[in-house]
C-alpha cells in the first residue's frame, strides 16, 4: 500500500488527474463533497476544476466514471463557470457515456445535458446531440435522442429549437436499428405534443405504415396545452409561478397568459425544405398559355398547378409566370381554366408567402373584376386565390385596387369585393388597421349597405361588423355618424358573429381595448386602455403599416393619458370618451323645448324673453345665466336651452348689453351640457351673424369657440366658414376668418376639413374688401405651420401680387412649430403623427396631397406609346420617354393607374444607350412627385430595378439613380424597400458599384428608422461579405453600414449570423461587430417627429408641443434636413436635402435686418445635452478620416438652435468665400459674445474641423487666426475643454501639423501651446502622440517636437499611459527613414534626458545597435550636460528655469498665471520664490528670513530680529482664494470633475514647486471634504504615480540645485506628505492603489528616508517623522494583498541591485514584519494566492542557499517569518493556495510549506509565541542562555547614541513577554541618569503604547495643508521605521532626546509629563494654521538651541522654566496666546544672550 500513502497526500485536483484508478475515485469523491459545500457559485475553488470535467466523465474506469460522472453533475448544477465546459463535456457524455451497458451511467449523462440546458446553454447542448445522432453506435443514437425528448418535455419548444431536429426525423425514422425507430416514434409524439399539426407536412413522406403508427398515437396525445415542468436560470420566477400553481391544485387553472408563455406557435412552413420550380416548368409552357385550343392551355395549367402544389417555393423570378396566369384568369373565356389558373395562383401564393407580395397589386384587380363570373366554382377559386394573395401582402398596397372596385355596377362584384374586405379584415388587427384605411373602407362600404340588391347589402353588413369587431367602436363609430339605428343595430349584430383569425387572443385584446363594444352603448374609454391601443399602435412603426393615427387625434405624445386619442373628426367631445349618442339627437318642436326650458328655468324669465322693455329682457337673461350656471350637466336640455334663447327677438336683439349675455350663455350651455351638433345648427347662424359686431363680436367668438370644443373644431369650423360666406357682410366674413386663425392654434390642426377652407380661402382671396383678404392671408400663414409648403401648389394660379403677400406670410411663418393645441380633444393628447412620414400622410400633409386634383392619365399610356418605348431604335424610344415625361408634366399630379408603363420603363433601365437610362430614371423621379404615396405599389417591380442601376460603372448614371430611390423613399418610406427579399438579393451581386452604393444609401435611411421589416436580416450574409470586399470602397461603405444594421437588429442576432462564415472571416467579422457594437447609434426615439416633408424644415414638429423637446430637436428654419437621431422614415429623404438647399441659397426677405442680434444663442444645458446624446450614441460620434454628408448635416442640425440663421447659412455655403465671410464676423464677435461662443463650443470647433478638410489657404488661415483668439480667450476666461470638445477637435488639428506651409505648421504649433492652458498637458500628449504615427513624415516630425515641448514644460508627467511605454514609442522613430523625423526623435529623447537624467535609458528599453550609438553620440553632442547626474541637475536647473519662464512668456502666454481651472490663480512667473506674493503668511513665519533680514552679528550665529509677533494674533491669511475658486470648480463641471482631477493631479508632478504646491492643496482640500473625497475614486494610482513622480524630482533635481532655497523643497515635501497621509485615511480610496504603484511609492518614501540631504535640512527631522508616519498609514490602509506583493517585490528588486544600500532592504523588510503583525487581522482580506505566487517568484531568484550567503542574515528571517506565520494563520489549507504558480517545482516554496505544516503537527498544543511578533526582533525560541546575550545587546543599543530609541522600544517588548526578566543586574553599573533615562524611556513608551495620547487622526495633517503642509507627527503612534528594529516610535522618543538635551544645557524639565500630547490640537481646528506655524516656530526654535549649545556652550538661566520644546501645543486659544506671549520672552532672551 506504499503507493496508497503517496497519492492520499495529494491535493483533490490532482487525485482527479492520477494515473491510479482508485486515486481517481477518490479525488471524485472528494471532489463531489467539495462541490456539494461550496456555497458561493463564484468561488475561485471552481475554476481550479475548468479544464478537467471533461475527464470526470470520460473516465476510462467504469466505477471511477460513474463517481465522475456525480461531481460533473455537481459542478455544472453549482459552479458559475460551468457553462465554459457545455462543448466538451457535453461531447463526451455523447461519446463516452452513451455507450456504456450501466443504465446509472445513461442517466447521469442525460441529467448533466439536462443541467447544462438549465444553465442557459441548451444551443450547445443540442448541438452535440445532433451530432450524436449521425455515430455507428445505434446506443448513442438512442440515447442522444431520449435525452432530446426529456428535454423538449421539461423545457418546452421555446428553448429546444424544434427546426434541426425535425430536419432529421425522417433519416432516423429509415434507421435498420428498431430500438432506434422506436425511440424516434416518441420524440415524435412529444414534438407533436408541443406544435401539433405543424409536424405533419415534413413528416409526409415517411413510411405510410409508420405514420399511420404515429397518427394513432398522435389522437391518444392529450389535447390540453403542454406546459414547461423545467425551468432555466433566468426564469426563476416563471418557475415559482408553476410552483405555485401546482401547489393550488395542478394546473387546473393555468391561465392564458401561461399558456401563451408555454407554447409559441410554430410555424410548419418554416419547418419546410424550399422547392424550386421555375426550371421544372415544361419547356413549352408560355406557348402552349398561348394556344388557341383550350386543351393544350389547360395542359400547361395543370403542369403548374401540380408544381405549386409543393408547400413551400423557392423564391424567384415570377413575373412572367404570373402574368401568364393574370392573363389567363382575366381574359381567357373558358370559365374552367380561369378556375384553375386562379388555383395556380393560390398555390403560387401560399408557397411563396411574402415573396409572392411584389406580384400581388398586378394579380389583385383582375380577380376582383373576374368575379362578374356566376359559377360557383369560378367564385370558389377566385375567392381562394385572392384570400391566398392577401396574406402576401396587406391591406394598405392592395387598398387602392379594392376601392376602385367597389363602385362597379355589378352586383355579384360588389358582393364578392365587400366579402373579401370582411375576410381581409379578420386577418387584421387594430395596429394594421388604421384609421387611415378605415376611412375610405367605411365610405365605400356605406354606399354598399345603401345598395338596391340585397346580397350587396349583406355583404357590406358583414364586413362593416368586421372592421367594428377588429378595430373596436372607437375607431370605426366615427364613419357611421349617418347610418340610421336599424342599420347601426344590424352591423353591431355582425359584428357579434364575427370569428377573427387570431381567435381567442386578437378577440380578448380588442374586447379588452374596447371595454365592452358589443353592447350596443359606447363605453367611454378608460385612460389604461386608450393608452394600451396606442401602444398597441405604436408597436409596428414601420413607415408604411401606420398605426391608427387618427388624423383628428393620433396617440398621445409626452405620455399624456388617452383617455380619448381616438375619433377627432366625428364630433363627440375630448372630454369624455366617444359619446356618439350626442351626435344623433333629433331636433326637437318648439313646444317640447318649450316644456322642458319651464322644468328648469324660473316661469318669470320665460315670460320675459319676448318682452318689449330690454331691461327686463336683461333681467331674465341674468335669471336665465344663473340657472344654467347652477345646473348639473345630466339635467341640462341644451336644445331646448338654445331654442328658447334663439326665440324671437332671437339673433335680432337690439340692445347690445341682452345681446351680449345672450351669447355668454350659449358659451356657458356648450362648456357644461352635453351640447350636440342638433343644439349648434340652432345658435351658428346668429353668432356668425354677430362675429363682426364690435360689441358683441368677442362674446360670440368665445361661443364659438366653446361650441367647437363641445362639438369639434372640425365640424364647427366647416358649419360656421359655410355660414360666413354664404352671408354678404364683409366684417363678419373676415373675424370668421380671424376666430378660425385663432382656434386652429388652440386646437390644433387635427381632422379639418383642408379642401373646403382652401375653396373658401380663395373666395376670401378674391373678395374687394381687403380685410377679407388680410384674414384670409393670416389664415394661410397658421395653415401653412400645419400643412407645409404644399399648401402653396393650391394658389400657384393667384395673381403675382397676392401670391407674393401669401409668400410673405409664409416666409414669416418658417422657423416656427406649430403651437401645442390647448384646447379640445388635444388637451388629452396632444395630436399628432404618430409615425414620421406616411402618419403625416395621414396628418394633414397627406390630406393635402389626397385633395391635389389627381389626373387619371391611364388612358394616355397607350398601347402604341408602350411599344414606342420597346422599339429597336433608340431614338423612337427617346421619343416614347418623351411623350411620358410631357403627359406627367402637364398632369403635374397623377392617379396611380398607370396601365402597362411600369413595366415599358422598367425595360429601359437597363437600356444600353445611358442617356435613355438616365431619362427614364428622371421620369420615375417625376413619377414619384406626380403620384405621391401611391407609388408604393410600384417599388418593388419598378423600385428595385433602379437600385440595380446603382451599379452602372458611369458615376453620372449612379448619382441619377441614387435621386431617383431617394425621391422613392421620401414618397413611399422605407418598409417597403426592406420588406422581402429584393434588396438582399441586389446586395447579393458582386459589383463594387452597386454594393457601395447601396450600403451608403442604406447607411443614411436605416438610422432614422424606428423599425425595420425582418427580412433586413436576409441582407447580413451579404454586408459580411462586403466587410471583406476586395475592393476598399466597399468594406468601407459596409463598415459604415455595420452600426446601423446592428442598431435594428441588435447585435446577437448579426453574431449569429456569422455563424455560416470560414473561420478566419468569422474572427475578423466578430472583431468588427464589437467595434462597432461601440459606436451603435441608438434608435430614433418615438415622442417627437420631425417632420419629413418641412422643406427647410418649415414644419419641422408635425403637432409638437413647444416645450423643451423641440429645442432638442434644433428645429430652426434652417434644419435643412430634420434631426438624425429623431426624424422618421422619410426624414432623411433626398428632396429634403435639395429643398433645404434651395432655402439656403434664396436670399431672405428680411436677411438684412436679421443681423443685428447675438451669433450664438445660449440654449440652457444645449451643451450637456449634446454631450449626453453623443455618448448614448443617438447621434453619430464625430470621428471620420473626411467628413462624410451625414456628419455635415447632423452639424447643421445641432447648430440651427444655437447660431443666428444667417449665420448659419455662411457656414454651410458651398462657396469658401462664405466661409471667410462666416470667420470674420465670429473674429468680430468673439469677445462681446464669450458666453455663447462657451456654450456653443463643441458645435464651434466641429465646424472649425470641417475646415481643415478644406482646399482654401485662406480659409485654413483664417480659421488658425480665429482659433488662436478663441484659445487666448478660454485661457482668460479660464475655461477647461470638456473630453468630448477635445476628442472631437485635437486630431483633427494634429493633421494639420504636418501641412506643407511652413506658415501653416507655425501657426498649428502655437494653438496647440496655448491648447494646454485649457486642456491638461497630460492628455494632450496621447493625441499627439497619434499624430505620431501618420503616414506624413512632416506630421511625424512635428508632433515628436511637440511631445519633447511638453516634457520640456510639464515634465516627466505629462508622458501618458506611463513615461516608459511613452518613451519607447518616442524611440521607434529613431529609426524612422525621414531625417527631420529621426532629429525630432532624437532631440525630443534628449530634452528627456535633460529633464530625466540616465533613468531614460531605462525606460526606453532595447533599441537597435545603430539607434542607440545614434542617441548617444546626440546626447554627448548637446553639450549641456556635464556627466555625473546630480551635478548636471543642479548646473542645468537654473538655465532650465530661465528656459520655461521664456517659454512661458512667449509660447504658452500666461502659463504661469493661468492653467485653467482656476487652478493657479496667483502662480508666479519666474520661479524665485522670494517674490511670490501668494505665499500665506505663515510661510514666511521662517526663522530664515528673520535672520536675512538682519545681518548677523557672529558669524556662526544666526541673527534674530524683532519680528512683529503681533501678527500671529490675526488669523493666518491661507491661500483662501485659490481653494474656493477650485471647490465650486469641482461641483460646476458636473462631467467634468474628472478631466479637472485629471488637470490638477497633472499639475502635481510640475517642475515648478508653487504650481505643485498648489496642486497638492487642492487635492487635500478634496479629500478631506467627506461628499467630494469620492470623486478622487478612480484616479488614486494617477495621484499617487505624479506624486513619486514628484519625490523622484525633488530628489533628483531640486535637492542638487543650489539655487534653490531648501525651505521650498521642505515645503513641498509637507504638502506631498500631508495630502497622501489624508488619502491613506480614507480607506475606500487606499484600497485602490494597485500593487505596482505602491511598490514605486514605497521606494519613493524610503528613499527619502534614507536621504541624508534631507536630515541636514533644519526641518529634515520633521520630514522623515512625518514619512515615518505615512508609511505605517500605507501599510495598515491599503490593499493588504497590493501593499505585501508590493513589499515582496520591492525587497526582491532591493536585494538584487548591487547599488542598493543594505538600509533600504533593511528598511522595506521592517515594513514586512510590521505587516506580519498585522496578518491576524487581515489574514481573511489577502488573496494568499498572489501572495504565494509573489513568494515563490522570490523564492525562485533567491532560493535558500542563495539568500544565506546575504551579508544580512534578516532576508532569510524575514522570508521564514512571513511563512511561518502564514502557515500558523491558515493550517494545512495553505496548501491549496498554489494554485496561480505555473510550475511549483521551480522554487522550494511548496516543500518549506509541507515541512512547517509537518513541523506544526508535532508540535501541535506548543504554540510557538514568539513569533507572534515576528521572528525578527528576538529569535525564535529564546532558551534562558540566550536571555542574558540579549538583554546585553539591547543595553548596548540604549547606550549608543544612534540605536538608543530602537534599544528603549526592544527592551519595552522584552519585559512585556518576559515579565519576570531581571533586568537590574544590567542597570546597576550605570550612572543614575542612565538609569532615569531608560525608566522614564519605558514609561514613555508603555504610555504611548496603552494609547493614552491617541488622538483621531481623522483631522491628521491635512487641516493643516492649506497653508503650511509641513506635518508635525499627527499620530503619537509613529511607524516602526526610524529604528533599524521595527519597533513603534512616538514623538515620545524626540521628546526624550529633546529632554536630554536641555538637561545638557540646564533647562528645566518639570512639567514636561503633563503636557498635552503633540498635535492634540488638531482635534480643534480653530486655529489649524496658527498652530501649524507655531510648531514649525517650536521645531525651529530648538534646532537653534542645539546649534547653539554646540556653538557656544552658552548656560542660559535655569529660571525659564516653561520654555516649550515640540512637544508643545495649543490647546485652545487662550493657551496659544499664552504660547505666544512665551515665545516672544524666549525670542527676547535670545537676543540678550547674543548681545
Not at 367611454?524 to 386602455?529: I, K, M, N, R
Not at 482659433?1267 to 488639428?1293: C, D, G, R, V
Not at 542574515?1753 to 491549496?1776: A, M, N
Request: glycine share 6%.
Amino acid at each position: 500500500m506504499g503507493d496508497d500513502s503517496e497519492w492520499m497526500k495529494l491535493p483533490i485536483d490532482q487525485k482527479c488527474e492520477h494515473k491510479l484508478w482508485k486515486a481517481r475515485l477518490n479525488g471524485y469523491e472528494e471532489a463531489l463533497k467539495l462541490f456539494q459545500k461550496i456555497d458561493d457559485e463564484k468561488s475561485p475553488e471552481w475554476s481550479k476544476y475548468l479544464g478537467l470535467i471533461k475527464k470526470f466523465v470520460t473516465d476510462s474506469n467504469a466505477v471511477a466514471q460513474l463517481k465522475g460522472l456525480e461531481a460533473a453533475l455537481a459542478y455544472v448544477e453549482n459552479a458559475h463557470v460551468a457553462g465554459k465546459t457545455t462543448g466538451e463535456v457535453a461531447s463526451g457524455v455523447v461519446n463516452k457515456v452513451f455507450n456504456q451497458p450501466k443504465a446509472r451511467a445513461k442517466e447521469l449523462g442525460e441529467d448533466i445535458c439536462l443541467m447544462y440546458i438549465e444553465i442557459e446553454k441548451g444551443e450547445a447542448v443540442q448541438e452535440e446531440l445532433l451530432k450524436g445522432l449521425d455515430n455507428k453506435n445505434p446506443k448513442i443514437i438512442v440515447a442522444c435522442i431520449e435525452t432530446l425528448r426529456k428535454a423538449l418535455s421539461e423545457f418546452g419548444s421555446k428553448i429546444i429549437s424544434l427546426k434541426p431536429i425535425i430536419k432529421v426525423l425522417p433519416k432516423l425514422f429509415e434507421s435498420r436499428e428498431k430500438a432506434v425507430r422506436d425511440e424516434a416514434k416518441l420524440l415524435a409524439v412529444e414534438i407533436y405534443r408541443w406544435i401539433r399539426d405543424a409536424l405533419r407536412p415534413p413528416l409526409q413522406n415517411i413510411n405510410s405504415v409508420q405514420l399511420k403508427e404515429l397518427e394513432e398515437e398522435w389522437i391518444k396525445v392529450s389535447s390540453a396545452a403542454p406546459k414547461q415542468t423545467r425551468f432555466l436560470r433566468s426564469q426563476q420566477e416563471l418557475k415559482a409561478k408553476f410552483e405555485q400553481q401546482q401547489g393550488l391544485g395542478g394546473d387546473a387553472d393555468g391561465g392564458d397568459d401561461d399558456e401563451e408563455e408555454a407554447v409559441p406557435q410554430v410555424d410548419a412552413y418554416e419547418l419546410l425544405e424550399a422547392v424550386e420550380i421555375l426550371s421544372k416548368l415544361p419547356k413549352d409552357f408560355y406557348e402552349k398559355i398561348e394556344a388557341k385550343k383550350w386543351q393544350e392551355r389547360k395542359e400547361a395549367l395543370e403542369a403548374v398547378e401540380l408544381l405549386v402544389k409543393n408547400p413551400k417555393l423557392e423564391s424567384g423570378d415570377y413575373a412572367d409566370l404570373v402574368k401568364a396566369l393574370k392573363k389567363v384568369v382575366g381574359k381567357d373565356t373558358n370559365v374552367m381554366l380561369v378556375a384553375l389558373a386562379a388555383k395556380c395562383l393560390a398555390g403560387l401564393a401560399t408557397g411563396l408567402r411574402k415573396k409572392f407580395g411584389q406580384y400581388a397589386g398586378h394579380v389583385v384587380p383582375t380577380i376582383l373584376e373576374k368575379f362578374k363570373e356566376k359559377k360557383p366554382q369560378v367564385v370558389q377559386a377566385l375567392q381562394e386565390a385572392i384570400d391566398a394573395i392577401f396574406l402576401t401582402t396587406t391591406l394598405q398596397n392592395i387598398s387602392e385596387d379594392i376601392l376602385a372596385v367597389m363602385d362597379n355596377k355589378n352586383p355579384t362584384i360588389k358582393q364578392q369585393t365587400s366579402l373579401f374586405i370582411a375576410r381581409s379584415f379578420r386577418h387584421c388587427t387594430p395596429s394594421t388597421l388604421p384609421k387611415s384605411l378605415l376611412k375610405p373602407f367605411c365610405a365605400a362600404l356605406l354606399k354598399h349597405i345603401n345598395d338596391s340588391a340585397p346580397e350587396v347589402r349583406d355583404a357590406g353588413f358583414e364586413a362593416l361588423g368586421t372592421a367594428l369587431k377588429v378595430a373596436g367602436e372607437k375607431a370605426v363609430n366615427p364613419f357611421l355618424a349617418d347610418v340610421d339605428k336599424l342599420k347601426l343595430d344590424r352591423i353591431k349584430e355582425c359584428a357579434e358573429k364575427v370569428e377573427l383569425v387570431y381567435g381567442k387572443k386578437a378577440g380578448g385584446a380588442a374586447e379588452k381595448k374596447e371595454g365592452k363594444p358589443i353592447t350596443g352603448k359606447t363605453t367611454a374609454l378608460p385612460g389604461p386602455a386608450g393608452d394600451k391601443e396606442t401602444k398597441d399602435t405604436a408597436t409596428k412603426p414601420g413607415p408604411l403599416k401606420k398605426a391608427s393615427a387618427a388624423k383628428p387625434g393620433g396617440p398621445p405624445k409626452k405620455g399624456k393619458p388617452a383617455t380619448a386619442a381616438g375619433p377627432g373628426g366625428a364630433g363627440p367631445k375630448g372630454k369624455k370618451g366617444p359619446e356618439t349618442k350626442e351626435i344623433f339627437e333629433s331636433e326637437l318642436s318648439m313646444e317640447v323645448c318649450e316644456e322642458k326650458a319651464a322644468a328648469v328655468l324660473p316661469a318669470s324669465c320665460i315670460q320675459q324673453l319676448d318682452s318689449g322693455n330690454w331691461k327686463e329682457r336683461l333681467a331674465c337673461m341674468e335669471e336665465f345665466q344663473k340657472a344654467v350656471e347652477l345646473m348639473e350637466r345630466s339635467e341640462m336640455p341644451c336644445q331646448a336651452l338654445v331654442r328658447m334663447l334663439a326665440k324671437k327677438p332671437g339673433w335680432k336683439e337690439t340692445n347690445f348689453q341682452v345681446m351680449q349675455m345672450k351669447l355668454h350663455i350659449v358659451a356657458l350651455i356648450a362648456q357644461k351640457g352635453n351640447f350636440s351638433k342638433t343644439s349648434a345648427q340652432v345658435v351658428l347662424d346668429g353668432l356668425v351673424d354677430k362675429v363682426g359686431d364690435v360689441k358683441c363680436g368677442t362674446n360670440a367668438k368665445e361661443a364659438m369657440t366653446a361650441i367647437a370644443e363641445a362639438c369639434q373644431l372640425p365640424w364647427t369650423a366647416e358649419q360656421v366658414v359655410a355660414t360666413a360666406f354664404s352671408q354678404k357682410n364683409p366684417k363678419n366674413q373676415s373675424e370668421t376668418l380671424n376666430w378660425l386663425s385663432n382656434a386652429i392654434k388652440e386646437f390644433g390642426f387635427s381632422g379639418l376639413n383642408v379642401k373646403a377652407f382652401i375653396s373658401n380661402v380663395k373666395t376670401a382671396l378674391a373678395a374687394t374688401n381687403p380685410a377679407v383678404r388680410t384674414s384670409a392671408i393670416t389664415l394661410l400663414g397658421v395653415m401653412y405651420l400645419y400643412v407645409g409648403p404644399s399648401l402653396r401648389m393650391f394658389f400657384e394660379d393667384e395673381k403675382p401680387a397676392l401670391l407674393s403677400q401669401i409668400d410673405a406670410e409664409f416666409e414669416k411663418m418658417q422657423g416656427q412649430t406649430a403651437p401645442a393645441p390647448t384646447r379640445g380633444i388635444s388637451r388629452h393628447s396632444v395630436g399628432g403623427g404618430d409615425d414620421g412620414e406616411e402618419e403625416e400622410q395621414e396628418e394633414v400633409g397627406n390630406d393635402v396631397v389626397d385633395l391635389l386634383p389627381r389626373t387619371d392619365i391611364g388612358d394616355k399610356i397607350t398601347a402604341e406609346l408602350v411599344s414606342k418605348i420597346g422599339d429597336k431604335n433608340w431614338k423612337i424610344r427617346k421619343e416614347g420617354l418623351d411623350e411620358v415625361t410631357s403627359i406627367i408634366n402637364e398632369a403635374k399630379f397623377i392617379q396611380p393607374n398607370i396601365g402597362e408603363l411600369p413595366a415599358a420603363l422598367k425595360g429601359r433601365l437597363n437600356d444600353s444607350n445611358k442617356i435613355l437610362v438616365q431619362q427614364t430614371l428622371s421620369i420615375l423621379q417625376q413619377l414619384a412627385t406626380a403620384m405621391g404615396p401611391n407609388i408604393k405599389q410600384y417599388v418593388k417591380n419598378l423600385g428595385i430595378p433602379v437600385i440595380t442601376v446603382l451599379g452602372d460603372s458611369k458615376n453620372n448614371v449612379r448619382a441619377a439613380a441614387l435621386a431617383t430611390v431617394n425621391a422613392w423613399a421620401e414618397q413611399t418610406g422605407m418598409k417597403e424597400w426592406l420588406e422581402g427579399e429584393d434588396l438582399s438579393e441586389e446586395l447579393k451581386k458582386e459589383n463594387p458599384f452597386l454594393r457601395q452604393e447601396l450600403l451608403g444609401w442604406l447607411a443614411e435611411k436605416l438610422p432614422a428608422l424606428r423599425s425595420v421589416p425582418s427580412d433586413l436580416l436576409l441582407c447580413v450574409p451579404h454586408l459580411y461579405s462586403c466587410l471583406e470586399d476586395r475592393n476598399g470602397d466597399v468594406r468601407k461603405k459596409a463598415q459604415d453600414a455595420l452600426p446601423f444594421f446592428m442598431m435594428h437588429l441588435g447585435f446577437e442576432k448579426m453574431a449569429k449570423a456569422t455563424g455560416k462564415l470560414k473561420p478566419t472571416s468569422k474572427d475578423q467579422v466578430l472583431a468588427m461587430l464589437e467595434k462597432a457594437k461601440a459606436n451603435m447609434p441608438a434608435k430614433p426615439a418615438p415622442p417627437a417627429k420631425a417632420s419629413s416633408r418641412g422643406v427647410g424644415g418649415a414644419a419641422p414638429a408635425k403637432f409638437q408641443p413647444a416645450s423643451a423637446f423641440a429645442d432638442d430637436l434644433g428645429s430652426n428654419t434652417m434644419e435643412s434636413k430634420p434631426d438624425l437621431k429623431k426624424a422618421k422614415a422619410g426624414g432623411l429623404s433626398s428632396k429634403t436635402k435639395v429643398q433645404g438647399k434651395k432655402v439656403l441659397s434664396k436670399p431672405s426677405l428680411k436677411e438684412d435686418d436679421d443681423k443685428s442680434g447675438p451669433i450664438f444663442i445660449i440654449v440652457p444645458n444645449g451643451k450637456e445635452q449634446r454631450m449626453r446624446e453623443e455618448k448614448a450614441l443617438k447621434v453619430l460620434k464625430w470621428n471620420f478620416t473626411t467628413p462624410r454628408d451625414e456628419y455635415i448635416e447632423q452639424l447643421k442640425t445641432q447648430m440651427s438652435t444655437c447660431v443666428a440663421k444667417w449665420l448659419q447659412d455662411e457656414m454651410f455655403h458651398a462657396d469658401f468665400q462664405h466661409h471667410n465671410k462666416a470667420l470674420s464676423v465670429m473674429i468680430e464677435h468673439l469677445e462681446s459674445e464669450k458666453d455663447g461662443v462657451i456654450s456653443c463650443l463643441d458645435l464651434i470647433l466641429k465646424w472649425l474641423t470641417l475646415r481643415f478638410f478644406d482646399t482654401n489657404t485662406s480659409v485654413l488661415m483664417k480659421t488658425l487666426e480665429y482659433l488662436k483668439l478663441l484659445f487666448n480667450l478660454l485661457s482668460q476666461e479660464e475655461y477647461h475643454l470638456t473630453e468630448n470638445e477635445a476628442s472631437s477637435f485635437i486630431p483633427y488639428l494634429i493633421l494639420k501639423v504636418g501641412e506643407p506651409k511652413d506658415v501653416i505648421r507655425k501657426d498649428v504649433r502655437a494653438i496647440l501651446n496655448r491648447m494646454c492652458l485649457i486642456y491638461p498637458a497630460s492628455k494632450m500628449f496621447p493625441f499627439i502622440m497619434e499624430g505620431t504615427k501618420s503616414k506624413n513624415s512632416k506630421q511625424r516630425a512635428e508632433c515628436l517636437e511637440e511631445l519633447g515641448c511638453l516634457v520640456e514644460s510639464y515634465g516627466m508627467n505629462v508622458c501618458q499611459p506611463t513615461p516608459g511605454k511613452a518613451l519607447k514609442e518616442m524611440a521607434t522613430h529613431i529609426g524612422d527613414r525621414d531625417n527631420a523625423v529621426r532629429n525630432a526623435a532624437l532631440n525630443t529623447i534628449v530634452t528627456v534626458y535633460n529633464v530625466h537624467g540616465d533613468q531614460v535609458f531605462k525606460l526606453i528599453g532595447n533599441l537597435s545597435e545603430k539607434d542607440m550609438s545614434m542617441l548617444e553620440e546626440r546626447i554627448k553632442r548637446s553639450a549641456k550636460r556635464p556627466s555625473s547626474a546630480p551635478v548636471r541637475q543642479a548646473e542645468e536647473k537654473p538655465q532650465r528655469t530661465q528656459n520655461m519662464s521664456a517659454n512661458a512668456s512667449m509660447m504658452r502666454k500666461g502659463q504661469a498665471e493661468d492653467m485653467s481651472s482656476k487652478l493657479n490663480q496667483n502662480r508666479n512667473m519666474g520661479g524665485h520664490p522670494e517674490t511670490t506674493h501668494t505665499v500665506p503668511r505663515e510661510f514666511q513665519l521662517d526663522l530664515d528670513e528673520i535672520e536675512n533680514d538682519n545681518g548677523t552679528v557672529g558669524c556662526e550665529m544666526p541673527a534674530l530680529v524683532q519680528h512683529k509677533l503681533d501678527d500671529i494674533f490675526e488669523p493666518v491669511l491661507i491661500p483662501e482664494p485659490k481653494i474656493r475658486a477650485v471647490s465650486p470648480h469641482f461641483d460646476d463641471m458636473h462631467s467634468n470633475t474628472a478631466s479637472t482631477i485629471n488637470f490638477v493631479i497633472s499639475q502635481v508632478a510640475s517642475g515648478d514647486i508653487n504650481t505643485s504646491i498648489q496642486a497638492l492643496t487642492q487635492i487635500d482640500e478634496v479629500l478631506k471634504q467627506e461628499d467630494k473625497a469620492e470623486a478622487m475614486s478612480g484616479h488614486i494610482d494617477q495621484f499617487l504615480i505624479a506624486t513619486f513622480m514628484q519625490l523622484r524630482l525633488i530628489y533628483n533635481t531640486h535637492m542638487a540645485d543650489e539655487k534653490l532655497d531648501k525651505d521650498e523643497i521642505v515645503r513641498l515635501y509637507s504638502c506631498i506628505i500631508g495630502s497622501m497621509i489624508t488619502l491613506f485615511q480614507i480607506e475606500s480610496l487606499a484600497r485602490e492603489a494597485s500593487t505596482g504603484v505602491l511598490k514605486d511609492l514605497m521606494h519613493g518614501l524610503i528613499t527619502l528616508m534614507l536621504d541624508s540631504r534631507v536630515e541636514d535640512l533644519e526641518e529634515g527631522e520633521q520630514v522623515i517623522r512625518s514619512v515615518n508616519l505615512l508609511v505605517v498609514k500605507v501599510l495598515e490602509k491599503s490593499d493588504q494583498t497590493n501593499i505585501l506583493s508590493a513589499l515582496l517585490v520591492l525587497l526582491q528588486d532591493s536585494l538584487l541591485a548591487t547599488a542598493s544600500s543594505p538600509k533600504f532592504s533593511e528598511l522595506v523588510m521592517k515594513c514586512l514584519w510590521r505587516m506580519v503583525r498585522l496578518l491576524p487581522e487581515t489574514i481573511n482580506s489577502i488573496n494568499l494566492d498572489r501572495i504565494l505566487l509573489d513568494i515563490h517568484n522570490f523564492m525562485k531568484v533567491f532560493p535558500k542557499e542563495k539568500l544565506k550567503q546575504c551579508k544580512s542574515e534578516f532576508p532569510i528571517r524575514t522570508l521564514k517569518t512571513l511563512l511561518h506565520s502564514l502557515c500558523k494563520l491558515k493550517g494545512p489549507k495553505i496548501l491549496d493556495h498554489l494554485t496561480m504558480i505555473d510550475n511549483k517545482n521551480e522554487s522550494e516554496l511548496e516543500a518549506h510549506l509541507c515541512r512547517l505544516m509537518k513541523h506544526a503537527m508535532e508540535q501541535t498544543g506548543k504554540a510557538d509565541k514568539d513569533t507572534e511578533k515576528g521572528a525578527s526582533r528576538i529569535e525564535e525560541k529564546a532558551s534562558k542562555a540566550k536571555v542574558n546575550d540579549i538583554l546585553a545587546e539591547i543595553f548596548k543599543k540604549i547606550g549608543s547614541k544612534e540605536n538608543t530609541k530602537e534599544g528603549l522600544a526592544e527592551l519595552y517588548e522584552y519585559k512585556k513577554k518576559y515579565s519576570d526578566a531581571d533586568i537590574e543586574p544590567f542597570l546597576k553599573n550605570s550612572s543614575q541618569f542612565f538609569q532615569s533615562y531608560v525608566e522614564r524611556g519605558l514609561r514613555l513608551i508603555e504610555t504611548e503604547r496603552e494609547g493614552k495620547g491617541r488622538i483621531a487622526t481623522s483631522t491628521g495633517i491635512s487641516s493643516q495643508m492649506e497653508g503650511t503642509c509641513v506635518p508635525a507627527s499627527t499620530h503619537t503612534v509613529s511607524s516602526s521605521i526610524g529604528n533599524t528594529n521595527g519597533e513603534e516610535v512616538g514623538p515620545s522618543v524626540y521628546l526624550e532626546r529633546l529632554k536630554i538635551l536641555r538637561q545638557r544645557c540646564g533647562l528645566d524639565n518639570t512639567k514636561q509629563e503633563d503636557r498635552p500630547p503633540l498635535m492634540s490640537l488638531l482635534s480643534k481646528p480653530t486655529l489649524p494654521t496658527v498652530a501649524s506655524s507655531t510648531d514649525m516656530l517650536h521645531s525651529k526654535l530648538s534646532q537653534l538651541r542645539e546649534s547653539r549649545e554646540q556653538y557656544q556652550h552658552l548656560d542660559l538661566d535655569s529660571n525659564q522654566t516653561h520654555s516649550s520644546g515640540i512637544g508643545t501645543t495649543l490647546a485652545s486659544p487662550s493657551s496659544a496666546a499664552a504660547n505666544i506671549d512665551d515665545l516672544k520672552k524666549r525670542l527676547e532672551r535670545i537676543k540678550s544672550s547674543r548681545k
